[in-house]
């Protein structure tokens, strides 16, 4: 048997008591928030889901989901860049100053990665994994040869070391036994061969694919993986990966030590969405019954019920106005005070949330730079976010979509250890994307100065390169270097020289030039000039 003794549905039923309050938690934040996210325990297709009474979690949910993906997979832009140290391309290429030829084909390989994610339709299930991610805390990734398969927290189970770092995964499906091939169908229990065969093939089948660190014999350690059904492996199923490229990313929101699951974002305020889930609930009931309209007639009365009930607008009536009151439910106050503090919690989680309407305060005047301030800072509130995913799921998505493009001969096989990806997208462009913004307030605040004394106290080529860096631009090679624009300037002044030499020659005339020329010449061959005076006789 893999890794130990017992079979894939064991060692499956073995973790999920470790997990059972991790899918609880995450159940009541789906619960408040996308119901068919994490669905309730023996869930089928004719189950009802909860309605929730508040439309906030949900919106947040699929406001921060949608920022977190247009950041984190930007749309015709690769998220990395190859680098590669400037002395092993020195020793790789033979010549010095050979970057821009590196970096070209460096660039032809993050071009054909970022086409390969466009035309793979990555962003549809990374866009639902963020979604589990922000509710549930916790998501199953997995890249076979072709596309993407997502296991949410109630189809796997998780085993990591104190570090973190994983080192059994096992995930579970309920497929029909149509959809197996013939040597998977043999697999199955010689039972369901029975009169009742076709009763046996309408169920599910259990298929459990599990991915696990292994070290053969003292060699280097890999991942390894199969799939088995019915205590069986499936033929055909077994795979080897490198440890730094497992096919696979069980991705985590919040990490705590000594945990094999993560926490989510919904679960740090599912204090809140209580609290406004039933304040929402007491508001709507309470509003229906104010808006119910019950009529009471006085039974001693003139009025008559018949003639009011059966009475059309503008008909008159005979009847007294006391004999007929309406209901009231004097419960103005304490909905005043219900509705206030939903309004309160609202605002706090479309804060959390980073949704655009809680950027604004209510104000007349509101001017830009107080909404972008204040969308930095809420932005500053996901960095730690940022660096999490950066290093747990763009890097490991990266290897794994190199790794295989190259197996299928579309990828150039690069050097071990030489060429790795580097991150320019999340915290990085968080960071760079304020000091954009400082770059242009600090031009704006010095515009009324004049363009003479801003170019008597700034460095141009500085201030560009600065703002490439901030936009995430390689400057070398498009920005000029000191010695480019010195060796310019020289180049300049000497054609100026040039210049002012043959307007010279143009005013002198061509006589003047040539006698100075014979001057010249005859100086060179020791000869007296003619001009000068002959010596006189003793």
């Not at 962003?123 to 998501?139: C, D, E, M, Q, T």
Request: negative net charge; glycine residues 8%.
């Amino acid at each position: 048997m893999h890794g130990n003794e017992r079979t894939c549905e064991a060692r499956y039923e073995a973790l999920e008591s470790d997990r059972l309050t991790f899918l609880d938690r995450a159940r009541r934040c789906s619960e408040l928030t996308i119901p068919t996210l994490v669905p309730p325990q023996a869930h089928s297709k004719s189950t009802i889901y909860y309605t929730p009474w508040q439309g906030i979690g949900a919106r947040g949910v699929n406001n921060l989901a949608s920022k977190l993906l247009l950041s984190l997979l930007p749309p015709n832009s690769p998220f990395f860049r190859l680098v590669v140290d400037d002395f092993t391309r020195d020793e790789l290429t033979g010549q010095p100053g050979s970057k821009a030829i590196v970096d070209e084909g460096l660039s032809k390989i993050e071009r054909a990665v970022q086409t390969e994610i466009e035309g793979s339709g990555l962003r549809s299930p990374v866009f639902l994994a963020l979604k589990h991610l922000i509710v549930a805390g916790n998501v199953l990734l997995y890249l076979p040869k072709e596309g993407i398969r997502i296991w949410r927290l109630d189809n796997y189970v998780v085993k990591r070391d104190v570090l973190g770092n994983v080192l059994d995964v096992i995930a579970k499906d309920e497929v029909s036994p149509y959809s197996l091939s013939q040597s998977e169908i043999e697999l199955l229990d010689d039972s369901s061969a029975d009169e009742n065969e076709n009763e046996e093939l309408e169920r599910n089948v259990k298929v459990y694919t599990r991915w696990y660190r292994c070290d053969d014999d003292g060699e280097r350690v890999h991942w390894k993986m199969y799939q088995e059904i019915n205590g069986k492996v499936v033929p055909g199923s077994e795979g080897r990966f490198p440890v730094d490229k497992p096919p696979f990313m069980a991705l985590r929101w919040n990490a705590v030590d000594g945990e094999d699951y993560g926490r989510s974002y919904v679960e740090e305020y599912l204090g809140d969405l209580i609290s406004l889930e039933g304040l929402s609930k007491s508001i709507v009931e309470a509003s229906a019954v104010a808006a119910k309209v019950v009529y009471l007639l006085n039974p001693n009365g003139l009025t008559r019920l018949k003639d009011v009930t059966q009475a059309e607008s503008g008909d008159v009536i005979l009847g007294k106005s006391d004999d007929l009151s309406s209901v009231k439910s004097d419960k103005q106050a304490d909905m005043r005070i219900a509705y206030e503090a939903a309004k309160t919690i609202s605002e706090r989680l479309a804060m959390a949330f980073l949704m655009n309407s809680a950027v604004q305060r209510q104000a007349e005047r509101v001017t830009a730079e107080e909404i972008r301030f204040m969308s930095a800072e809420l932005e500053q509130i996901l960095g730690g976010v940022y660096s999490v995913l950066s290093q747990e799921f763009q890097l490991p998505l990266v290897n794994r979509l190199m790794d295989r493009m190259t197996r299928s001969k579309r990828l150039p096989a690069l050097p071990k250890g030489v060429v790795k990806p580097a991150i320019v997208t999340g915290l990085e462009a968080l960071g760079r994307g304020h000091d954009l913004n400082k770059y242009m307030s600090l031009l704006q605040a010095l515009q009324p100065l004049g363009p003479e004394i801003l170019m008597q106290f700034m460095n141009p080529g500085d201030y560009i390169s600065r703002v490439a860096t901030s936009l995430g631009i390689d400057a070398a090679g498009l920005v000029k270097s000191q010695e480019e624009i010195q060796a310019m300037q020289q180049q300049q002044m000497q054609q100026q020289m040039l210049q002012m030499g043959g307007d010279l020659a143009g005013k002198l005339g061509p006589n003047v030039i040539k006698g100075i020329s014979d001057r010249a010449a005859r100086e060179d061959q020791g000869q007296p000039d003619q001009e000068q005076a002959a010596p006189t006789e003793g």
